[in-house]
């Protein structure tokens, strides 16, 4: 009797079980998408978030500097052809080597942030890189068509002398640039790039006004 007994309650206990299996799986049909959003991996709120750290400075800062950091680069590319001075040759090779991929960090962002990467300015030679057209308002340091058709013209201690010149203060405007994205900008990387270029650019404002036996 008490083995009957004993099968009778496990019996009844698997039904019981199987019972609740339907009845959950039946649930579960009518909240499968709810489910499948609970049981997906959620994106960290850091990630999520990452887009909106920033601020219209940080934007102001990307845009401007993007065609800053490419007029520098121009004026570098001048000194291979033109310069006498290996020093002054090294000095505008490094200047290339630092901002082109400064420049590539500034579009991700932009681009990221669904805003506009600035272009090539238009204009000299339909290469699209003439920064003498368009030039922001109010840009620290940028040179001029009549300055940078100068520099062209120029070659050896003259060209270095002048592309030091021109250099100096075009990095100065980077800095103050950059000095404006540390004290107002959020977005970290871009605060982190401005004290960057406030550092490597003020180093090398020393270093021209050395070569030109300013300092």
Not at 94 to 105: L, S, V, Y
Not at 131 to 136: I, M, Q, R
């Amino acid at each position: 009797m008490l083995m009957y007994r004993s099968l009778s309650r496990r019996a009844a206990a698997a039904t019981v079980a199987a019972t609740a299996a339907l009845v959950l799986a039946a649930c579960g049909g009518g909240g499968s998408d709810d489910e499948a959003q609970s049981l997906s991996p959620k994106p960290p709120a850091s990630a999520s978030a990452e887009a909106g750290t920033h601020n219209a400075q940080d934007i102001a800062f990307a845009q401007g500097m993007i065609p800053h950091h490419r007029q520098a680069i121009e004026m570098s590319e001048m000194a291979s052809g033109h310069a006498s001075s290996p020093k002054v040759r090294h000095l505008a090779e490094r200047i290339k080597k630092a901002q082109g991929p400064e420049i590539n960090t500034m579009s991700g962002w932009l681009t990221a942030w669904g805003e506009d990467v600035p272009r090539g300015m238009p204009g000299m030679n339909g290469t699209g890189r003439d920064w003498d057209h368009s030039v922001p308002p109010g840009m620290p340091g940028m040179m001029g068509r009549k300055d940078v058709e100068k520099l062209k013209k120029f070659s050896g201690q003259d060209f270095d002398a002048m592309f030091l010149t021109m250099m100096i203060e075009h990095h100065k405007g980077a800095v103050k640039m950059a000095t404006t994205e540390k004290a107002k900008g959020k977005y970290g990387p871009a605060k982190k790039l401005a004290d960057d270029i406030g550092t490597s650019q003020s180093a090398e404002i020393t270093e021209m006004n050395k070569l030109l036996g300013n300092g």
